[in-house]
């Protein structure tokens, strides 16, 4: 089965950074688009920010001109580099990617990272 390890989640202090990293492994012909998604007490799934196979990104206004989605295709590995934190960041961040998992497997298969805290606060 694929696996998402993600890592790089903390604690930090109010306009501090932290660079999550999400790598995927396991057997499967190609990832599509990856993304990181937050999840606050109280608060539904948000998505944060979101990466094409060709480079398109996409960014949740609240984040944008903070956060920095990119990713490394031959590693497998999507990064969200997140500066000027705000105690309102702070929440559980998930990594996602839709994964085919054959050549030509359709609809493509999503699969989640584990989660890692991320707690902005002084």
């Known amino acids: 089965q694929v696996q998402l390890v993600e890592s790089g989640g903390g604690l930090v202090q109010p306009g501090g950074s932290l660079r999550l990293s999400c790598a995927a492994s396991?057997?499967?012909?190609?990832?599509?688009?990856m993304g990181w998604y937050r999840q606050a007490p109280g608060k539904e799934r948000e998505l944060v920010a979101a990466?094409?196979?060709?480079?398109?990104?996409n960014y949740a206004d609240s984040v944008k001109g903070r956060f920095t989605i990119s990713r490394d295709t031959a590693k497998n590995t999507v990064y969200l580099q997140m500066n000027s934190l705000k105690p309102e960041d702070t929440a559980v961040y998930y990594c996602?990617?839709?994964?085919?998992?054959?050549?030509?497997?359709?609809?493509?298969?999503?699969?989640w990272g584990q989660g890692t805290q991320v707690t902005v606060s002084s």
């Open positions: 396991g057997s499967f012909f190609s990832i599509n688009a």
């Open positions: 990466i094409t196979s060709i480079g398109i990104t």
């Open positions: 996602n990617a839709g994964i085919e998992r054959r050549y030509g497997s359709r609809p493509l298969t999503s699969y």
